[in-house]
């Protein structure tokens, strides 16, 4: 079986930057074991599969770390957009229909694309074990359900001096956890640590914007803010909270382009 194999640079205005993820069309789904494998044989971030679908969508999408099936990803989902709209230059946009996290929506935007996803406010929640494990000094935390674990500190010095015991993160169970801060590189800055996922650190985030930007909306006073992922690679997240969305705007660049061959 032979399966088309796109590697996209997300997030990220040149190549070697942003995050990494693959793309890979499927005529059906396989089984999820399989599916798993070929994320774990991938090694990257995520692993996007996409089968196409009828009505309110274009395609069904699901994403695969490559210990895990995840409820949502950002910088997949953009590069899934990113490799649908090339294929096709008339299309202006397209929607993807994911098991967690609803309808999913990327559209071309200037050089970039504009991406919708839902706006996963946190709250107030109290979460000693997680900042011990951060080794941050928090100012304050915030929890979704989803699993998204935010710790704030006190400005961007503390978001980039964070060295997180990866082992105490990961006895955690599925969390993502996300420090955060006003910045100075952008106007907040954060850093994101999987350690469940088989993910130290992901280079860029999407998700994790879904759940940081009503916050931050909130604190700033304003609906639209910059943001920069202070990973070793980096990436660029613009975003703006419109109702119950969370639009993430970013660039994206193809690195890869093969067949990934399924025997």
């Not at 995050?19 to 499927?26: T, Y």
């Not at 400005?155 to 169970?173: Q, W």
Request: with cysteine; net charge negative; hydrophobic share 50%.
């Amino acid at each position: 079986m032979r399966i088309p194999f796109t590697q996209v640079d997300a997030f990220a205005e040149a190549a070697f930057a942003g995050n990494p993820a693959a793309v890979m069309p499927l005529a059906a789904w396989l089984d999820d074991d399989t599916l798993q494998r070929i994320a774990e044989e991938n090694n990257l971030s995520e692993t996007a599969f996409i089968v196409p679908a009828s009505g309110a969508a274009d395609f069904e999408l699901r994403w695969f770390t490559p210990a895990a099936e995840v409820a949502l990803c950002g910088h997949a989902t953009l590069a899934s957009g990113h490799v649908v709209l090339l294929s096709d230059p008339a299309q202006e946009r397209v929607r993807f229909a994911t098991r967690q996290a609803g309808v999913l929506e990327v559209a071309r935007e200037g050089a970039g694309y504009a991406m919708a996803l839902p706006a996963w406010g946190p709250v107030a929640r109290d979460m000693p074990e997680i900042v011990a494990a951060l080794g941050v000094d928090a100012i304050e935390t915030l929890w979704h359900d989803k699993g998204y674990a935010l710790v704030i500190v006190a400005d961007e010095a503390a978001v980039r001096a964070a060295r997180p015991d990866g082992r105490a993160l990961k006895a955690l169970g599925p969390i993502v956890h996300i420090v955060s801060a006003r910045g100075e590189t952008a106007e907040v800055v954060s850093r994101v640590f999987t350690d469940y996922f088989d993910i130290p650190e992901d280079p860029v985030t999407g998700s994790a914007h879904a759940v940081m930007a009503p916050y931050w909306a909130r604190v700033l006073g304003r609906d639209a803010f910059t943001a920069f992922q202070a990973s070793a690679r980096g990436g660029k997240v613009g975003c703006a909270v419109e109702g119950d969305r969370v639009i993430l705007r970013g660039a994206c660049v193809t690195v890869i382009e093969g067949t990934f061959l399924l025997s």
